[in-house]
Nanobody, 120 residues
Framework: QVQLVESGGGLVQPGGSLRLSCAASGSIFSINRMGWYRQAPGKQRELVAAITSGGSTNYADSVKGRFTISRDNAKNTVNLQMNALKPEDTAVYYC??????????????WGQGTQVTVSS
């Protein structure tokens, strides 16, 4: 059973930093794209950042220059370093990954989400 588990959310003041981590576990053969999405109350879920297995990244315009996504292929983890946080970054952040389990087809997986609140 493959699962994604996030950690690192919390409450931070505007201008502060947080680091989110996500670990994939289970019977994993390979992981392709990994990413972070977020969903604020009353809004649609949106892509924040994504990274391929080769290290290519893309970011939402709203977080460029402030957030950095990285991954450790050996550990099946993906991180999101968030700096210069703004109140509008407040949302539930979800880890997402395209994973091929052993003996199964490639499919998309979601984590359970972690709350990030930016407030003074």
């Amino acid at each position: 059973q493959v699962q994604l588990v996030e950690s690192g959310g919390g409450l931070v003041q505007p201008g502060g930093s947080l680091r989110l981590s996500c670990a994939a576990s289970g019977s994993i053969f390979s992981i392709n794209r990994m990413g972070w999405y977020r969903q604020a109350p009353g809004k649609q879920r949106e892509l924040v950042a994504a990274i391929t297995s080769g290290g290519s990244t893309n970011y939402a315009d709203s977080v460029k220059g402030r957030f950095t996504i990285s991954r450790d292929n050996a550990k099946n983890t993906v991180n999101l370093q968030m700096n210069a946080l703004k109140p509008e970054d407040t949302a539930v952040y979800y880890c997402n990954a395209d994973i091929k389990p052993y003996g199964s087809l490639l499919r998309n997986y979601w984590g359970q989400g972690t709350q990030v609140t930016v407030s003074s």
